[in-house]
């Protein structure tokens, strides 16, 4: 069982930035692709980022493509979520997901683990 606890959210104005962060606990945390996604009220979740267990494979989402970053540090057992340029569309609850797949993975039903989220709002 591995879990995860997200922190980070926040209010801040359009064309600011956050960086979000899920510390993960329990089973090795290398071992694990991570993700993020994203829902808004109303709407499905999405995906938004992804991060394979060595950190050097990333998959975005296009609507973050070079605005949002992600990255890790096994050694904290940390993944992040480098949030710039935001805008309004980018409000909702960010998820950190972590995934037993050997490849990244960009399917939310592939992911074994999830936080409990946090409120990203952007105001305009």
């Known amino acids: 069982q591995v879990h995860l606890v997200e922190s980070g959210g926040g209010l801040v104005q359009a064309g600011g930035s956050l960086r979000l962060s899920c510390v993960a606990s329990?089973?090795?945390?290398?071992?694990?692709?991570m993700g993020w996604f994203r829902q808004a009220p109303g709407k499905e979740r999405e995906f938004v980022a992804t991060i394979n267990w060595r950190g050097t494979r990333t998959n975005y989402a296009d609507s973050v493509k070079g605005r949002f970053t992600i990255s890790r540090d096994n050694a904290k057992n940390t993944v992040y979520l480098q949030m710039n340029s935001l805008n309004a569309e980018d409000t909702a609850v960010y998820y950190c997901?972590?995934?037993?797949?050997?490849?990244?993975?960009?399917?939310?039903?592939?992911?074994?683990?999830w936080g409990q989220g946090t409120q990203v709002t952007v105001s305009s």
């Open positions: 329990g089973r090795t945390f290398s071992n694990y692709v």
């Open positions: 997901a972590g995934s037993k797949r050997s490849y990244t993975v960009v399917v939310a039903g592939e992911y074994d683990y």
